[in-house]
């Protein structure tokens, strides 16, 4: 009896090691929606409260990168004369239009723990399309 309650731990606790380290299942999901969104998968309807989606996918998204441009100019011929070019710059990149279309398809990734614990989500990964066009 003793063993028995043993072997169950053992595969218990084997079946969680097991779950914890299982590679994330990337599914295919076609926008049924856009408002409100939604997204079919598997079978199921997934609605907003169901989602998480990449920001790159909405309207409206900016996202400002900053850097410095160094180089300089390159003796030519008989010419020595060189000057260093330091230039800082700022870029704002907008999106003005969404990858989240009524009959478009996403990448979609089933979440193993929900953030409130009370149901499955899903992570909205990018808009995906085949090269042939045959979405069967």
């Given amino acids: 009896m003793q063993n028995d309650e043993a072997m ?6 084997i079946e969680k090691i097991s779950k914890n380290n299982n590679s994330p299942v990337i599914g295919i999901g076609k926008v049924i929606s856009t408002n409100p969104l939604k997204i079919k998968y598997n079978g ?3 609605e907003k409260e169901e989602l998480w989606i990449n920001d790159y996918l909405w309207t409206n998204h900016s ?3 900053k850097g410095q441009i160094k180089s300089g100019t390159q003796p030519a011929g008989h010419h020595t004369h060189t000057h260093s ?3 800082p710059y700022t870029d704002t990149i907008y999106t003005t239009d969404t990858d989240l279309k009524p009959g478009y398809y996403v990448a979609i990734m089933p979440m193993q723990n929900s953030t409130d614990g009370t149901n499955q989500q ?6 995906i399309m085949r090269l042939d066009k045959k979405y069967k």
């Fill in 8 to 13: 169950v731990t053992l595969f218990d606790t």
């Fill in 44 to 46: 199921i309807t997934l």
């Fill in 63 to 65: 996202r400002t990168a």
């Fill in 85 to 87: 070019i330091d230039n």
């Fill in 122 to 127: 899903y992570i909205v990964l990018c808009h």
